[in-house]
């Protein structure tokens, strides 16, 4: 999923579909079984890291929030 700046999303789907997994993945509270998030181009979680990989959200989101 790539969003844009200003863009407005909102996860829809049945229950046990994996929406609240994907905020706590992208939240950073939950491992990657597979794959990658990328934040502002950064990597925030690699499934194949050994650790999570450390980002300054806080400086990160309010760049993004402009």
Known sequence: MNLRHGEIVCLLG???SGKTTLL????????LDAGRITLAGEVADDAGAQVLQPVDADRKLTHLRR
């Open 14 to 16: 049945a229950s046990g």
């Open 24 to 31: 706590r993945l992208v939240a950073g509270l939950e491992r």
